[in-house]
T-cell receptor, first 114, second 117 residues
């Protein structure tokens, strides 16, 4: 699976949009971009994923550049409860058991400030 | 969304004892389950992948005889840490894939914090 690069930490004011970048310059055509987050001492929580097109759900929006070498997770109105480590993961699509594995990097520690 | 539970949420044991951690998918059938370990201030590290009814596949460096994984049903996987030692103290997290939906998302349990004295 392609490696990802994320900033170590970011701050965001409560109520503002949080934009978390991720570089995945070696991504292959059959690899998805996934975002998970982990609040302190809890298991990771799935946020969103995409292949080529931008995606939006009730939690966030995912913007993928046209060349697919980078993406941005957007939390439109950050709250204190969004303080967490956010992981950007690239994973191959497929049906083999190994294709479902997730490789976690260090992620971005997002601190939402009152 | 799909819910995965773990039991216990935390456990303290003496060195040399064995500890069993359960991972359950509550509202879906998990054809594949994963076990991760997370040390303080570090990221999650995949330990093993298990498919229902077959032997688990362990990642390099993970001792299969020390970390016994059983995935006997589509809703339950167990991880047994045998002869636990203080260096096994960690946060153990399972995840499960909903094979019935055909999706690729993994749903994570809340984790089990193991402390070995």
């Amino acid at each position: 699976d392609a490696k990802t690069t994320q900033p170590t930490s970011m701050d965001c004011a409560e109520g503002r949009a949080a934009n978390l970048p991720c570089n995945h310059s070696t991504i292959s055509g059959n690899e998805y971009v996934y975002w998970y987050r982990q609040i302190h001492s809890q298991g990771p929580q799935y946020i969103i994923h995409g292949l080529k097109n931008n995606e939006t759900n009730e939690m966030a929006s995912l913007i993928i550049t046209e060349d697919r070498k980078s993406s941005t997770l957007i939390l439109p109105h950050a709250t204190l409860r969004d303080t967490a480590v956010y992981y950007c993961i690239v994973r191959v699509a497929g049906s083999g058991a190994g294709s479902y594995q997730l490789t976690f990097g260090k992620g971005t520690k997002l601190s939402v400030i009152p | 969304g799909a819910v995965v539970s773990q039991h216990p949420s935390w456990v303290i044991c003496k060195s040399g004892t064995s500890v069993k951690i359960e991972c359950r998918s509550l509202d879906f059938q998990a054809t594949t389950m994963f076990w991760y370990r997370q040390f303080p201030k570090q990221s999650l590290m995949l330990m093993a992948t298990s498919n229902e009814g077959s032997k688990a596949t362990y990642e390099q460096g993970v001792e299969k005889d020390k970390f016994l994984i059983n995935h006997a049903s589509l809703t339950l996987s167990t991880l047994t840490v045998t002869s636990a030692h203080p260096e096994d103290s960690s946060f153990y997290i399972c995840s499960a894939r909903d094979g019935g939906s055909g999706g690729n998302e993994q749903f994570f349990g809340p984790g089990t914090r193991l402390t070995v004295l």
